[in-house]
């Protein structure tokens, strides 16, 4: 069976995604030879995005943040247009995703899980008033609020835990899909991988350009770039 003909017979579809997701849009992903944390650093990435180093670095974690993880020139690709579209029509319930670009909301996406946080997402940690991404790109070295406090991106770094409420609201939706596609992620990062096993319904299929250790598990794979796979589907 196709992807299109499980949408057409589905009732609750879901879609759960990860950063790439967003390569289309010109965002590198993390994981792939061209990713970020291929890339060569004296701090490898995943220590400069944890919590300790944010506190005890911040003006290193701003300077590697800014240049790596605001790309705010990115526009939705049209996996992020489809999966809007999908929403809108009451084909799809919603989106969970791992990526913290906003790229979904900015494509018409409503009903949208940011497991990591969102980049557009900032506030003081000393009075709570809350910042854009562009105030942050601004601002030269570490950001501080009006009131004098440390300004903090809402995004989940290492170390850190998964907002309580995005995280019921994304599981009570896997165990309500009839149908979870799932794109664009190693799944390999947890907990966000694990949330897969809430899934009870008939039909589960990975849209991603490498072999992922959950391949095994699902009812379809197609080995392809998730734009293009869900750009070429009209319902
Ligand atoms: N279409 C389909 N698959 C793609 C595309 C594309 N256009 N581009 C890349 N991929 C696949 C790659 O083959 C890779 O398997 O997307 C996957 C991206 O994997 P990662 O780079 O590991 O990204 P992700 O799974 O989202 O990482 C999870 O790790 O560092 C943390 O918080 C960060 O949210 C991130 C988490």
Not at 131 to 158: F, M, N, R, W
Request: with cysteine; aromatic share 10%.
């Amino acid at each position: 069976m196709t992807l299109k003909e499980m949408l057409q017979q589905s009732r609750r579809a879901l879609f759960f995604g990860g950063a790439g997701v967003s390569t289309e849009s010109g965002i590198p992903d993390f994981r792939s030879q061209d990713g970020l944390y291929s890339q060569k650093y004296d701090v490898p990435p995943e220590t400069i995005l944890s919590r300790e180093y944010f506190y005890r670095h911040t003006g290193e974690f701003y300077r590697f943040y800014r240049e790596k993880m605001l790309a705010l020139w990115a526009k939705p690709n049209a996996a992020h247009k489809k999966l809007a579209a999908w929403e809108q029509a009451g084909i799809l319930q919603g989106v969970i995703t791992q990526n913290i670009d906003g790229l979904h909301q900015a494509a018409g996406s409503k009903t949208v899980f940011e497991l990591h946080g969102s980049v557009h997402r900032n506030y003081c940690l000393k009075c709570g008033r809350r910042y854009s991404a562009e105030q942050i790109l601004e601002q030269e070295g570490v950001p501080h609020c009006t009131c004098g406090g440390l300004i903090k991106p809402d995004v989940v770094l290492y170390g850190e835990p998964l907002d309580e409420e995005t995280v019921g609201g994304a599981v009570a939706a896997i165990r309500r899909a009839d149908l979870l596609i799932v794109a664009g992620t190693s799944l390999t990062v947890y907990p966000a991988a694990g949330f897969l096993s809430y899934f009870r319904g008939e039909r589960l299929v990975l849209i991603n350009r490498d072999e992922t250790a959950f391949d095994a598990q699902c009812d379809l794979v197609i080995r392809g770039k998730v734009g293009e796979v869900l750009g070429d589907i009209d319902l």
